[in-house]
């Protein structure tokens, strides 16, 4: 949705296990945002990569999360040795530069560690 | 005392009725606001976005601000069943280029039955 792709939309893992959510938007949007969702929750701001300049990782909640960015496109979020509460929908979103708060949002993956 | 603070219902309300959804937040330096309408297992979509304060309409959609105290609200007239989501306070300050870093309230869920 909103020109953003996002995979799996749905994973079940066992804990421990390390995961990996793929965040494919349009071209032409240099801005990318990760952010999680709580089942209950408002959105928490992750990580924010913009063009070729140092992602901003402010927002990761623990080492154990790691996402990259290639150029301009596809942008993987990792998630090492996952405990159960890392269980949320993982949103990513694409943003017009030089438009503050405006987000697209793609649809979200679902992940459940049991 | 989180920064964004949002009432999470739900509500619900039936058709034609006046909604209103409000936040309050703590952070003076709050600078943009914004509206996000979430549907079930969707991600966000911008709904209604204000700079400042004042008001803001849109179709049956107004936004108001008031930083005097701190508190947003969105007005929704002659609600629809369509209008049954979840609803998303967004806000971020003026500073740095992270135009997509946003503190959201935790979201109220609306149901408007016919």
């Known amino acids: 949705g909103a020109g953003v792709s996002q995979s799996p939309s749905n994973k079940v893992t066992e804990k421990g296990k390390d995961v990996e959510l793929r965040c494919d938007p349009i071209s032409g949007h240099t801005a990318l945002y990760w952010y999680r969702q709580r089942l209950g929750q408002g959105l928490e701001f992750l990580i924010y990569?913009?063009?070729?300049?140092?992602?901003?990782k402010s927002g990761l909640p623990s080492d154990r999360f790691s996402a990259e960015r290639t150029g301009e496109s596809v942008s993987t979020l990792t998630i090492q040795r996952t405990q159960q509460e890392d269980s949320a929908v993982y949103l990513c979103?694409?943003?017009?530069?030089?438009?503050?708060?405006?987000?697209?949002f793609g649809e979200g993956s679902r992940l459940t560690v049991l | 005392q989180k920064e964004v603070e949002q009432d999470p219902g739900p509500l619900s309300v039936p058709e034609g009725a006046i909604v209103s959804l409000n936040c309050t937040y703590s952070n003076s330096a709050f600078q943009y606001f914004m509206w996000y309408r979430q549907y079930s297992r969707k991600g966000p979509e911008l709904l209604m976005y204000t700079y400042s304060s004042g008001n803001k309409e849109d179709g049956r959609f107004t936004a108001q601000v008031d930083k005097s105290s701190k508190y947003i609200s969105l007005f929704i007239r002659d609600s629809q069943p369509s209008d049954s989501a979840t609803y998303l306070c967004a806000m971020r300050d003026a500073g740095g280029t992270s135009y997509g870093k946003l503190t959201f309230g935790q979201g109220t869920i609306l149901t408007v039955h016919p």
């Open positions: 979103a694409r943003s017009p530069q030089f438009k503050a708060g405006e987000l697209f």
């Open positions: 990569f913009q063009g070729n300049s140092a992602p901003d």
